[in-house]
């Protein structure tokens, strides 16, 4: 039984340029949540996202950024126009249901030039 | 302000010794209440949770406390050995998701 899965494991990009990463959750989990964490800090949480709805995005900024997770493929989180502060891990996390036990993937490390 | 705040940020501790890592939450219907520990360059991994119908939990050298009343819970690790060092992240469901404390950085010295 695979665990959370992330690709890629590591992105460069330039700014201006868009990043999208990957999340494919847990077998039978259908809810997954996306956080960013800067180096030396904590978890913060960015969209909660279940098929094909997103739940709660308060902790994602309204431009540039967008999340998906379709009915059929891994969840995504897009970042258009990458800026230097888009750099941090994103990790993803996923769980069976609400209020239950999330497992978290590797994590992308983002590096914006 | 901020949902849940975990103290102290940092922790050091000989090896043998107990560690405690104290959260708060600000959400009374919050009720479900895990613990994360993430060494350098890997991902959070969960080594406990407690949910709001029961007081404490154990498991081996780890025990989380809860007091509802209050709004805080605890992470207890007894017999610390160097490889607990990591950092260490409560966390508490809120409305529809999970807010996690700032960390605590917990150094073990042999």
């Known amino acids: 039984n695979a665990g959370v899965m992330q690709n890629p494991r590591h992105l460069v990009r330039r700014r201006g340029q868009e990043a999208r990463l990957r999340c494919s959750p847990m077998k039978g989990h259908s809810h997954v949540y996306w956080y960013r964490q800067l180096p030396e800090e904590g978890l913060k949480f960015m969209v909660y996202l279940q098929k094909e709805n997103i739940i709660d995005e308060s902790g994602m900024p309204k431009e540039r950024f967008s999340a998906e997770f379709p009915k059929e493929g891994p969840s995504i989180l897009r970042i258009q126009q990458v800026v230097r502060g888009d750099s941090a891990a994103y990790f993803c996390?996923?769980?069976?249901?609400?209020?239950?036990?999330?497992?978290f993937g590797p994590g992308t490390r983002l590096l914006v030039l | 302000g901020e949902n849940v705040e975990q103290h102290p940020s940092t922790l050091s501790v000989q090896e043998g010794d107990s560690a405690v890592i104290k959260c708060t939450y600000s959400d009374s219907a919050s009720n479900y209440f895990p613990w994360y520990k993430q060494e350098l360059g890997k991902r959070p991994q969960l080594i406990i949770d407690?949910?709001?119908?029961?007081g404490e939990k154990k498991d081996q050298r780890i025990a989380v406390t809860l007091n509802k009343t209050a709004k805080h819970f605890s992470l207890h690790i007894t017999e610390t050995q160097p490889e607990d060092s990591a950092v260490y992240f409560c966390?508490?469901?809120?409305?529809?998701?999970?807010?996690f404390g700032a960390g605590t950085r917990l150094t073990v010295k042999p």
């Open positions: 996390a996923s769980s069976p249901g609400l209020k239950e036990a999330q497992y």
């Open positions: 966390a508490a469901s809120i409305n529809n998701d999970m807010r």
């Open positions: 407690i949910r709001s119908n029961v």
